[in-house]
């Protein structure tokens, strides 16, 4: 297994179209996360799953802005008429336990927004 | 809303010298993890810290967790340009019902050669 892996890495739109970023998290990880980063700051918190479901979403994570993680195995991020503060990197993370042990992250999807 | 205050934001060091980096909260957590992430990629796990005063070692860096579980500490000896990123801190609730980690903003580290 080589770890998580995101695609694509990176991403430049138009501000109003929409996008889909993609996570492949380690195989014997049945918990996953995506986090957003934008420069200067730590990652912050958007969703997380266990397995296929969807058990916690934060407040960051307006209606534009869409998780599945199908069957419990890849998961998809999707953006609809997207803005110019959208622009950041998306983190995809995965893990055994529910985070208490650390994650192991992706290398990120770098959204630019023009 | 629990806050991780990271310090320094910046740290710009020689070759050989030691460092300390800070990571304070007046919340109560869990867990204390560090990460080291460099420009373009995720951050990657260093070490978790659990039980109040622990101490945990990896080579050169030195890792402790308050007693309270409140704050954590880096401490780097005889620093190698190898060593040079962004280190960040992520704390890890208490309690049943949330999964998110709190990030600070991370102390970015130059060793210069």
């Known amino acids: 297994d080589t770890g998580v892996s995101q695609n694509p890495r990176h991403k430049i739109t138009k501000r109003g179209q929409n996008v889909t970023f993609r996570c492949d998290p380690i195989?014997?990880?049945?918990?996953l996360y995506w986090y957003r980063q934008t420069l200067g700051q730590g990652p912050e918190f958007l969703t997380y799953?266990?397995?296929?479901?969807?058990?916690?979403k934060s407040r960051l994570l307006s209606d534009r802005f869409s998780a599945e993680r199908p069957k419990g195995s890849f998961s998809t991020l999707e953006i609809q008429r997207t803005e110019q503060g959208d622009s950041a990197m998306y983190l995809c993370?995965?893990?055994?336990?529910?985070?208490?042990?650390?994650?192991?992250f992706g290398s990120g999807t770098r959204l630019t927004v023009v | 809303t629990q806050l991780l205050e990271q310090s320094p934001q910046f740290l710009s060091i020689q070759e050989g010298e030691n460092l300390t980096v800070y990571c304070n909260s007046s919340?109560?957590?869990?867990?204390l993890q560090w990460y080291r992430q460099e420009p373009g990629e995720g951050p990657v796990l260093l070490v978790t810290?659990?039980?109040?005063?622990e101490v945990k070692k990896l080579k050169r860096l030195t890792f402790q967790f308050g007693d309270a579980r409140k704050d954590s500490s880096l401490h780097i000896t005889a620093a190698q340009p190898g060593d040079t990123g962004l280190y960040l801190c992520?704390?890890?609730?208490?309690?049943?019902?949330?999964?998110?980690?709190?990030f600070g903003k991370g102390t970015k580290l130059s060793v210069i050669p």
């Open positions: 195989s014997e990880h049945n918990r």
């Open positions: 992520a704390g890890a609730p208490t309690g049943a019902g949330s999964y998110q980690l709190t």
């Open positions: 993370a995965s893990s055994i336990e529910a985070g208490v042990y650390g994650y192991t």
């Open positions: 799953f266990q397995n296929e479901a969807q058990l916690e």
């Open positions: 919340s109560v957590f869990s867990s």
């Open positions: 810290v659990v039980t109040g005063g």
